[in-house]
């Protein structure tokens, strides 16, 4: 292999963009070209006839769907208003009322927003008259689900008609939308209200909420840690209930990790699952569009409306089964967990608490009736390393003409990480995605006969403010497109957030969500 930074200046020379020495350094001291030479020994081991796995149907997700359990009975009425379902049984029950609701999370907002700098754009105006309109409606017996009348955030990566796009950046600032994304649409056409578009990481390429052009945001439960990223304002937005909900998008942990440092449930379905037209793409092949809850049931009701084939997205492939689940009867039953040991890495996954917590999460599984198992998944280190390949080529190749015309518009961390990319060689993309297909058999062998991987989701504690956290046990299963969701599993040492990550098979999200019922439930009865 050619001295990588030799390479990087040869490649960006070639392809007419204007970097500088001090990115180079800057490349470099990040640590951006660190795995290089892993690539390239993950590659050179793959045959040159090996199918590529965007062509190869033998390593693709299987079509095969679970049963679904019963439809579930009306949510009783909850004395807690700040999930989804336990506010929608307060409005039928009486208790409370769509305007109500939004006039409490627009109060959050004014209260905390400046300090932990969660909203890009906050709609008052429209959403008040959207919460009067809800209530009217409601009360004339149109009643459109669980979401009706209910406040809910959306990522400022997806299009809301008739307002701008940042993405996280300067260069879309003025970029104005025309019509709603899919997800947008599927929430306003469930009667949600849509609250406010939230901060993220500049063009969603950070699992921390760095941001050079409008700042980090804090993480709630301490304002001198980070809330993760890049979904960042999402997740804070629903931790401080700002919004009862929030719609995330996870490219290498960008859903997960913000909940998992904010104390909420994020769900990455399985690629091809949740529609991300009119969605700012950052990896075709890597991103995926969930919610972020305080609750796996109202995760659950957000997936049955985000799900399903969307003419605009080639990506969505199938209807979407039910997918929620009464307390009473999610059991862990028949399940087959695979308790994940070590990752290929050569030492330990996450530190102590982090592995503890995925471990209680295993054993409360096991009294519910599943049969747990430790194991090694070595494949894994491969798919981190395969998997921030990918995202960065792919990245690189959307991002090129401004790269080449609009360099300085860009904070310097995404600047010099897109730049980065560059020193990947010519071919390099197809000998990912030959890997990519083998490691994706190999790891399907390896877990033959489990439901479930349980781990951690981030590896040691949460980092300062603005500061990226470490996506390796999250990136894993964008590479293979694997259904995967955080939950909060108590606090550290620290007194902050843990959680833990449950990992199932494509399709598979209906044994997901009811595996992570189980581990809420245990949790909350326990001391």
Not at 45 to 52: F, S
């Amino acid at each position: 292999m050619t001295d990588p930074i030799d390479r990087l200046r040869a490649n960006l020379r070639a392809a007419a963009i204007p970097a500088t020495d001090d990115d180079l350094t800057g490349i470099q001291a990040r640590g951006f070209l660190n795995r290089l030479a892993d690539f390239e020994r993950i590659v050179a081991g793959i045959p040159a006839e090996t199918v590529p796995d965007y062509l190869d149907a033998g390593s693709l997700p299987a079509s095969t769907e679970v049963a679904a359990l019963p439809a579930p009975r009306a949510a009783p009425v909850s004395p807690r208003t700040d999930t989804l379902l336990g506010a929608a049984a307060a409005i039928r029950a009486g208790a409370a009322t769509p305007t109500a609701l939004l006039e409490a999370a627009l109060a959050q907002i004014t209260a905390l927003d400046g300090p932990l700098n969660v909203f890009q754009l906050v709609l008052a105006e429209q959403a008040l008259a959207d919460a009067r309109r809800a209530e009217a409606e409601l009360a004339a017996g149109q009643d459109r689900g669980p979401l009706h009348g209910l406040p809910v955030a959306v990522k400022d990566l997806l299009d809301v008609a008739g307002l701008p796009t940042t993405a996280g950046s300067t260069i879309l600032a003025q970029s104005i939308a025309a019509t709603d994304a899919t997800a947008v649409a599927r929430l306003r056409a469930a009667g949600a209200i849509i609250v406010g578009k939230t901060r993220l990481s500049e063009f969603a390429y950070s699992p921390g909420s760095n941001n050079a052009h409008y700042g980090a945001t804090a993480n709630p439960f301490d304002r001198s840690r980070d809330s993760g990223g890049s979904s960042s304002g999402s997740a804070v937005a629903v931790a401080t209930g700002m919004a009862l909900a929030a719609l995330g998008t996870d490219t290498g942990c960008s859903i997960r990790v913000p909940a998992a440092f904010c104390g909420l449930v994020g769900l990455k379905p399985t690629w091809g699952r949740t529609s991300l037209a009119g969605v700012v793409p950052l990896s075709w092949s890597l991103d995926h569009l969930g919610p972020l809850t305080r609750s796996v049931a109202d995760a659950a009701a957000l997936l049955a409306i985000l799900a399903g084939p969307d003419p605009r997205d080639g990506r969505t492939l199938r209807p979407a089964p039910p997918f929620a689940y009464e307390d009473g009867e999610a059991e862990a039953r028949g399940l087959r967990v695979g308790l994940v040991r070590e990752d290929g890495s050569g030492k330990p996954p996450a530190g102590e608490e982090q592995r503890a917590a995925a471990r209680r999460g295993a054993e409360m599984l096991a009294a519910a009736g599943a049969e747990v198992v430790e194991l090694d998944v070595p494949e894994l280190d491969r798919l981190r390393v395969l998997g921030t390949a990918l995202l960065g080529m792919e990245a690189s190749a959307l991002h090129l003409p401004w790269l080449r015309t609009r360099l300085d518009a860009y904070g310097e961390f995404p600047r010099q990480r897109l730049l980065a990319n560059f020193a990947y060689a010519p071919g390099d993309f197809i000998r990912a995605q030959q890997a990519r297909a083998v490691l994706r058999r190999a790891i399907s062998e390896r877990l033959a006969g489990l439901d479930l991987l349980v781990l951690p989701i981030h590896p040691g504690s949460i980092p300062a403010r603005g500061v990226p956290a470490n996506n390796g046990l999250a990136i894993p299963f964008n590479c293979l497109g694997w259904p995967a969701l955080s939950l909060p599993a108590g606090r550290g040492s620290d007194g902050l957030p843990l959680a833990v990550q449950l990992v199932a098979r494509p399709w598979q999200e209906a044994t997901l969500l009811r595996a992570a019922t189980v581990i809420e439930r245990e949790l909350a009865a326990s001391p």
